[in-house]
């Protein structure tokens, strides 16, 4: 905290408590109308800490509650010395915690506000996460599980994440395959890691306002296979059926 003081930052703000992410949308792939679920937003750090500590103390957050989010990518994160020494598990050596080090990008930190909820998704790298403040629950899903999921479909700016809203009870009625697919959930507190294998799907609740960082080394051939019969990372023609299926069962 210390490190960026009244620096100038750049953070994420939603029209609610949801967070997705996206890539812009090419012009020629049908998304000219598509608005981006969050906006980005110039501030100080210190002014963003003020509307951490000030969301901490409002209580429970409803879903329409505007809500913001700071990143250090991994980019950045393998460049800050202080980052480096606070976290020495996440370094592009094979340990437990990196499995794959020509995999290694770097270090991800997310700072964020209690009631952030995070989109469910699946990233393709081994993803291990360290909490250092706060908790956030995970919900974990295997790829197996990927044909039961409302997706949004490959070149969609936010392919591979949910288009449904989980928090919603009421999308159980017009999801039958949603409610029956298996999953497990955890809450990670302050001082615990959190290994989420690559290709599994997590959906995150922030309990309070967090402080997170993980690292990724790598993909892996498990699980992929589940999520190639999704229509991802393989023809427009498997694309094609998987967008058929989600439209049958809702």
Same mark, same amino acid.
């Given at each position: ?58 209580? =429970?957050? !409803?879903?329409? *509650?505007? /809500? ?5 990518? +991994?980019? %950045? ?24 080090p020509k995999g290694f990008k770097g270090i991800n930190c997310r700072f964020g506000m209690k009631g952030i909820v995070s989109t469910a998704h699946y990233d393709s790298g081994r993803n ?40 919603? =009870?009421? !999308?159980?009625? *017009?999801? /039958? ?5 298996? +999953?497990? %959930? ?65």
């Open positions: 905290l210390e490190y960026y003081k009244d620096d100038n930052i750049i953070i994420e703000e939603s029209i609610n408590n949801h967070f997705t992410y996206y890539k812009s949308p090419k012009k020629d792939h049908g998304y000219d109308n598509w608005i981006p679920p969050q906006q980005l937003v110039q501030t100080t750090f210190n002014d963003f800490l003020s509307l951490v500590d000030q969301a901490e103390k409002n209580g =429970p957050i !409803i879903t329409n *509650t505007s /809500l913001q989010y700071f990143t250090i990518s +991994a980019e %950045e994160g393998l460049h800050i010395p202080w980052l480096r020494k606070a976290l020495p598990m996440f370094t592009n050596k094979e340990s437990l915690f990196i499995v794959d291990f996460v360290a909490m250092i403040r706060g908790r956030k629950r995970y919900v974990l899903l295997p790829p197996s599980e990927c044909l039961n999921l409302p997706l949004f479909p490959p070149g969609h700016p936010s392919a591979r994440h949910s288009n449904t809203d989980w928090s919603d =009870p009421n !999308i159980l009625l *017009t999801h /039958l395959n949603l409610y029956s697919s298996k +999953a497990l %959930e955890v809450i990670v507190s302050s001082g615990e890691f959190l290994y989420i294998p690559a290709y599994w799907f997590h959906y995150i609740i922030s309990q309070d306002a967090s402080i997170q960082c993980n690292a990724r080394s790598g993909d892996s051939k498990k699980g992929k296979s589940d999520i190639e019969k999704c229509g991802f990372f393989s023809t427009k023609k498997e694309s094609s059926n998987h967008n058929k299926h989600n439209k049958h069962r809702k």
